[in-house]
């Protein structure tokens, strides 16, 4: 155990920390979306898909738990990280631009991170704090999208999902070692088509609710 918190009060294990941290987000995002995907088949089809996922019971909240575990120690890692390098600003390390150099993503990650965050809080304020004992989870997401400003903070919260995520995605295969030019540009390209269909993928979700 000592060895594991010596680790994780370094650097390198900071940066574990995140690639981990990471690539489960990554994993959610998939098969959260894959879920959500069941609002183009209507009410029932959306319905029946929360009720399976409430039949799980105490391994819904279970894995609930761990995945709120995981945010915040993703996000408490990564303020850190973001602290530590700022204070050494003047000694940045040197990018290595065959493994993705700087983009937008690798800019922006802070304070995408810090919005992602923002809109997490608003999204279980709208979705799972709310009281749905006489009503359909359906009903409370048709409800709310029927109201444009939802919509339009959703899509734009959606892009800034698909930029962190396109930085993200490679970027924990580099902190797993997997830094090499010959299956960098891969992993960039499958990171930038995982961003791309959750940006979108989860963006026009609202779109097609408010239109039903």
């Not at 609930?64 to 700022?86: C, K, M, S």
């Not at 040197?94 to 965050?117: D, E, F, K």
């Not at 960039?188 to 239109?211: E, N």
Request: net charge positive; charged share 10%; glycine share 10%.
């Amino acid at each position: 155990m000592d060895w594991l918190i010596k680790t994780a009060g370094t650097s390198v294990g900071k940066k574990l920390m995140m690639a981990v941290t990471g690539l489960a987000f990554c994993g959610f995002l998939g098969t959260h979306l894959a879920g959500n995907l069941t609002l183009y088949g209507g009410a029932d089809a959306f319905n029946s898909y929360a009720e399976h996922l409430h039949a799980l019971g105490p391994l819904l909240s279970l894995a609930e738990f761990v995945l709120l575990a995981l945010f915040l120690v993703h996000i408490f890692t990564g303020l850190t990280l973001f602290y530590q390098n700022f204070k050494a600003r003047p000694e940045r390390y040197v990018v290595n631009r065959a493994a993705g150099g700087r983009t937008p993503g690798s800019r922006t990650m802070p304070y995408t991170g810090i919005l992602i965050l923002a809109f997490v809080i608003y999204h279980l304020i709208n979705f799972h704090f709310v009281d749905k004992s006489n009503t359909t989870i359906f009903a409370v997401v048709s409800g709310t999208f029927s109201d444009p400003l939802p919509v339009v903070l959703y899509i734009a919260a959606m892009a800034v999902v698909a930029v962190h995520v396109s930085h993200g995605f490679w970027s924990l295969f580099q902190t797993f070692g997997v830094n090499h030019p010959k299956y960098m540009p891969a992993v960039m390209a499958v990171g930038l088509l995982f961003s791309i269909a959750v940006g979108v993928g989860f963006g026009l979700l609202p779109v097609v609710v408010s239109m039903m």
